[in-house]
T-cell receptor, first 114, second 113 residues
Framework: GENVEQHPSTLSVQEGDSAVIKCTYS??????FPWYKQELGKRPQLIID?????GEKKDQRIAVTLNKTAKHFSLHITETQPEDSAVYFC?????????????FGKGTHLIIQP | ETGVTQTPRHLVMGMTNKKSLKCEQH?????MYWYKQSAKKPLELMFV???????ENNSVPSRFSPECPNSSHLFLHLHTLQPEDSALYLC????????????FGPGTRLTVT
C-alpha cells in the first residue's frame, strides 16, 4: 500500500515569511495529491490539490509543486499570516480506477510567530 | 443541516459496552470514510465505502464494525474496545472514492475507560 512521509512535524516561521512543507510517497501509481488544513478543534479542510499531469499549481498565497520522478511534493505558503497557524496534512491517492481512501502524512504543525 | 454531520460529538464508554457512531452526509456523495485521529497516528484511514460497497478495510480490529445502509449514512459499531481506542473518529464523504475532495464531519471524541 501507499506510504506518505511528511516533514517537518513542526514548523515555526515569522509572520510575513514563507513556509515550505515536504512530502514523499511510495506508490508510483499515485496521481492525486491534496493538502488539508486543520485548525485547532476543527475538521480538516482541503486547501489545494494537484494531479500528476501538472508540476505546479497556485492559488493566491498557496502553491503546490510535484516531482513525479522523485516521488515528492511540497506545499508553499508565502506572506504567512497568523490565520495560517494550523496543522497541515498532505495525502496521496490513485485517481483513475482508485477505489480507496487517501493515505495521509502525519501532519505539520505550522506556527506563525507575530 | 448541510454538509457532513456526526453523532454523538462526545462518547465515554466502558470496555464492555456496545455503542454506535453515526455519520450522515447531505452532499449527494457516493463515497464515505471512517478515520481515526489520535496524537500518535493522525488521520488513520479505517474504512472506505464506495456506492455502499466496502472497498477498503485498513487492517482494523474486528471490535470496530462499519455499516453503510445507503450512500448518505455510515455507522461505526463499537464493542469491547480498549483504552488505546480512545481518539477522535472522523467521518468524511466525497463524490466518489479516490481522487475527489473529501468533506469531513466534526468528529466524535471517544474515551474508553
Amino acid at each position: 500500500g501507499e506510504n506518505v512521509e511528511q516533514h517537518p512535524s513542526t514548523l515555526s516561521v515569522q509572520e510575513g515569511d514563507s513556509a515550505v512543507i515536504k512530502c514523499t510517497y511510495s506508490d508510483s501509481a499515485s496521481n492525486y495529491f491534496p493538502w488539508y488544513k486543520q485548525e485547532l478543534g476543527k475538521r480538516p479542510q482541503l486547501i489545494i490539490d494537484i494531479r500528476s499531469n501538472v508540476g505546479e499549481k497556485k492559488d493566491q498565497r498557496i502553491a503546490v509543486t510535484l516531482n513525479k520522478t522523485a516521488k515528492h511534493f511540497s506545499l508553499h505558503i508565502t506572506e504567512t499570516q497568523p490565520e495560517d497557524s494550523a496543522v497541515y496534512f498532505c495525502a496521496a491517492s490513485i485517481f483513475v480506477g482508485g477505489a480507496d481512501g487517501l493515505t495521509f502524512g502525519k501532519g505539520t504543525h505550522l506556527i506563525i510567530q507575530p | 443541516e448541510t454538509g457532513v454531520t456526526q453523532t454523538p460529538r462526545h462518547l465515554v464508554m466502558g470496555m464492555t459496552n456496545k455503542k454506535s457512531l453515526k455519520c450522515e452526509q447531505h452532499l449527494g456523495h457516493n463515497a464515505m470514510y471512517w478515520y481515526k485521529q489520535s496524537a500518535k497516528k493522525p488521520l488513520e484511514l479505517m474504512f472506505v465505502y464506495n456506492f455502499k460497497e466496502q472497498t477498503e478495510n485498513n487492517s482494523v480490529p474486528s471490535r470496530f464494525s462499519p455499516e453503510c445502509p445507503n450512500s448518505s449514512h455510515l455507522f461505526l459499531h463499537l464493542h469491547t474496545l480498549q483504552p488505546e481506542d480512545s481518539a477522535l473518529y472522523l467521518c468524511a464523504s466525497s463524490q466518489e472514492a479516490g481522487a475527489y475532495e473529501q468533506y469531513f464531519g466534526p468528529g466524535t471524541r471517544l474515551t474508553v475507560t
